[in-house]
């Protein structure tokens, strides 16, 4: 006979990737790497974390917990550091400024799946950071620090029938957020973002047919307009 024992923890998989692009004055790079170690234990439970080197430094971790047996509903904790650059145009088109962004935080959410097909989610997140001239003139903007903290929910639902090709069927992807004070955001906000994409086969021509619509509303205390 023959006894199979199982192993008390799922496979690991390893990640690289490079990019190269070109950033108006000289060709730039990012190196990336991520780890992910499946069935962490019992239930399923999904580690993953990963870094960046070059222009674009970063490191992240996120742990995926699914809460029962049947693999329905999950727990998803998420931090990340990282630092980009962005830049700052006049209204000719010419460059003026470039910015370095550094941020770091963390989010926590509950999560239902929804079949083989979607997945619903709501949670928290807190995230802070600063911004500074790196390049271009230094008066011209003064370097400052931001909080964020929002309470957000968020629905994917993906039926096509391919990944790469698609010929049938159609995705969703809607957001809705909001920054609280009490959560540590420094301004009040509400945000919604919804993206779709509808896949339609007649004989031999297949149409593709993508939106993507966003909205958001700013509120702010007579002391923070002050």
Same mark, same amino acid.
């Given at each position: ?15 690289? +990737? $490079? ?18 170690? !499946? @069935? ?44 980009? @650059? ?9 460059? /003026? !400024? ?17 079949? @083989? ?21 230094? $008066?011209? !903007? ?9 309470? %957000? ?9 391919? #990944?790469? %090709? ?7 992807? /809607? ?8 959560? +540590? ?8 973002? @919804?993206?779709?994409?509808?896949? #339609?086969?007649? +004989? ?23």
């Amino acid at each position: 006979s023959v006894t199979v024992r199982e192993a008390p923890r799922g496979p690991q998989y390893l990640q690289l +990737g $490079a990019a190269v692009f070109e950033d108006y004055e000289s060709p730039n790079f990012n190196v990336a790497v991520a780890w992910t170690r !499946m @069935a962490v234990n019992r239930l399923g439970g999904e580690l993953r974390a990963g870094a960046q080197f070059g222009q674009e430094p970063g490191l992240f971790a996120e742990w995926h917990q699914p809460l029962d047996p049947g693999l329905r509903w999950f727990i998803h904790l998420r931090g990340s550091l990282g630092e980009r @650059a962005t830049s700052v145009f006049d209204d000719d088109g010419s460059r /003026v !400024m470039e910015l370095a962004l550094r941020r770091g935080g963390g989010e926590i959410a509950l999560g239902r799946e929804l079949g @083989a097909w979607g997945e619903a989610r709501a949670g928290v997140l807190r995230d802070g950071g600063s911004v500074s001239v790196q390049t271009g003139d230094p $008066a011209a !903007m003064a370097d400052g620090v931001f909080d964020t903290g929002e309470a %957000f929910a968020r629905l994917f639902i993906d039926e096509l029938d391919s #990944v790469t %090709f698609p010929r049938s069927g159609h995705l969703l992807r /809607v957001r809705a957020a909001a920054g609280l004070e009490a959560l +540590g955001s420094d301004v009040a906000y509400e945000q919604f973002e @919804a993206e779709g994409t509808l896949a #339609v086969t007649r +004989g031999r021509l297949t149409a593709l047919l993508r939106g993507w619509a966003a909205t958001c509303l700013l509120y702010t205390s007579d002391a923070a307009d002050e």
